[in-house]
């Protein structure tokens, strides 16, 4: 049984889905804002070189306009603001041609958010979050289930450590598999093998919908990587434009930091 995901919205009983925007980010600008403000002063008050003071003043400048501008995406892309990652979600989801029955992985699950809005829109399919869960954002298996519980799925919600990298299960596992704005931020990793093992535990016949930030000069060239699938057996591969689907224009997408935003979909 599959819900109108246009009447599901997420975070309206109190549940936590975390920022994406990281505090460290906001940590690393104060400091810069703070260290400029110092030298400014030092170089105006005790060495009395005025230059210096005006670059140091011209850069805690640029750093407090930075960090208002960080603080401005948070609060789009906010389940409490803007509600962006909400539309991207949707965006995502609504591209997955699954019938909700069976399982869905969803490969770095964040706080869970992706991962609960598939199990309220399918309410027969049994759906696992898998993420490494790194310090930066706040992220951890306990904010998932309690979102999961509290979104009232967690019955047919499970959250377990992983590194997409390698997935900790065996070929052809899933019925459908989703990813969203995760590979690009795995540092030193070959992104088209990251796309290929979430493929390698989709069932045949199963279906997929992985959207990143896909840089050329990350990703490549995807429309040769799509055809590459396509000769492979998969059917229906196409390339989405998410940049424009989600966020209206990449004009608006770029101004969010996700600019080259793109999803692949299909069905091996």
Not at 22 to 36: K, Q, R
Not at 45 to 63: K, R
Request: glycine fraction near 10%; charged fraction near 20%.
């Amino acid at each position: 049984m599959k819900q109108d995901i246009s009447k599901i919205r997420l975070g309206t009983h109190g549940e936590n889905y975390g920022s994406w925007m990281s505090n460290p980010v906001f940590y690393m600008i104060g400091g810069l804002i703070a260290l400029s403000a110092v030298l400014a002063a030092l170089s105006f008050l005790a060495l009395h070189v005025v230059w210096l003071g005006v670059v140091f003043s011209i850069l805690a400048v640029v750093f407090i306009a930075l960090i208002c501008w960080c603080a401005w995406i948070r609060k789009q892309y906010a389940f409490g603001g803007g509600r962006i990652m909400e539309r991207v979600h949707r965006v995502v989801l609504s591209h997955l041609d699954f019938d909700g029955k069976g399982t869905l992985l969803d490969v770095g699950c964040g706080s869970g958010a992706l991962s609960v809005l598939a199990a309220l829109v399918w309410r027969n399919a049994e759906v696992t979050g898998i993420d490494y869960w790194g310090a930066a954002y706040g992220y951890g298996k306990e904010m998932c289930e309690k979102n999961a519980a509290s979104e009232g799925v967690a019955d047919r919600c499970r959250f377990q450590h992983g590194d997409a990298n390698k997935l900790d299960f065996p070929d052809e596992s899933f019925d459908a598999v989703v990813s969203n704005y995760v590979y690009h931020n795995i540092t030193g990793s070959d992104k088209r093998a990251l796309l290929m093992e979430s493929l390698r535990v989709l069932k045949k016949g199963g279906v997929f919908a992985l959207n990143d930030d896909m840089k050329p000069h990350m990703y490549g060239d995807m429309d040769a990587f799509a055809q590459e699938l396509r000769d492979m057996g998969y059917e229906d591969v196409q390339l989405i434009d998410t940049a424009k689907e989600a966020f209206g224009s990449h004009t608006r997408a770029a101004a969010m930091m996700l600019g080259k935003s793109m999803m692949i979909v299909g069905r091996k």
